[in-house]
């Protein structure tokens, strides 16, 4: 499974934009890459997915280059409720691998203040 | 619709108890996910039924831990002679278990277990 390193903590001021990168040097061929956010004493929630280039939907945008190696989920215009963890995950479609557990790291805590 | 239920929000026993955690997955979803999450840490992976059996239980830690899903809905994360180290917040999840890329798993609220 590819390792992601991800910063432990970000902080952000609301109406700004921000922009979490995850290094994955060892990704697959196969690997898609998938963002989670997790509130307190909630579970964590899907927020985006890509395989390259740039992905985009209501909640956020995934900017992927062309090596791959690394990934920035971009949150326009922030509010105080995006306050989170925030995840990268890599991994294999279970067609290929049979594994469909998501491998967490320790995510990035984004603080956002008013 | 419903989302992933979790029994109880909250359970509090005494070292070497047995308890026994439910999981209510979205209607029609065939794979359901356990996971661990200790505080600060991400979610740590332990069993994935794939409608009744066990496809893939890698995670469990030790002969302690069990699950099932005897009718491919609900599951039940059972733990025996619990130990203060096994306190922490269980995390089901499901997803519709279709394969494809990347299939989104949809996660409850958690149990927060708290072993004395």
């Known amino acids: 499974l590819a390792k992601t390193t991800q910063p432990i903590s970000m902080d952000s001021y609301e109406g700004q934009e921000v922009n979490i990168t995850c290094s994955h040097n060892n990704i697959a061929t196969n690997d898609y890459i998938t963002w989670y956010q997790q509130f307190p004493s909630q579970g964590p929630r899907f927020i985006i997915q890509?395989?390259?280039t740039k992905v985009t939907n209501e909640v956020a945008s995934l900017f992927i280059p062309a090596d791959r190696k690394s990934s920035t989920l971009s949150l326009p215009r922030v509010s105080l409720s995006d306050t989170a963890v925030y995840y990268c995950l890599v991994g294999a479609p279970p067609m290929d691998t049979g594994r469909r557990a998501l491998t967490f790291g320790s995510g990035t805590r984004l603080q956002v203040q008013p | 619709g419903a989302g992933v239920s979790q029994t109880p929000s909250n359970k509090v026993t005494e070292k070497g108890k047995y308890v026994e955690l439910r999981c209510d997955p979205i209607?029609?979803?065939?794979?359901l996910y356990w996971y661990r999450q200790s505080l600060g840490q991400g979610p740590e992976f332990l069993i994935y039924f794939q409608g009744t059996g066990a496809a893939d239980d890698s995670g469990l830690p030790n002969d302690r831990f069990f699950a099932v899903r005897p009718e491919g809905s609900v599951s039940t994360l059972k733990i025996q002679r619990t130990e203060r180290g096994d306190s922490a917040v269980y995390l089901c999840a499901s997803s519709p278990g279709t394969s494809g890329g990347g299939e989104t798993q949809y996660f409850g609220p958690g149990t927060r277990l708290l072993v004395l």
């Open positions: 890509g395989y390259k």
């Open positions: 209607s029609g979803h065939t794979a």
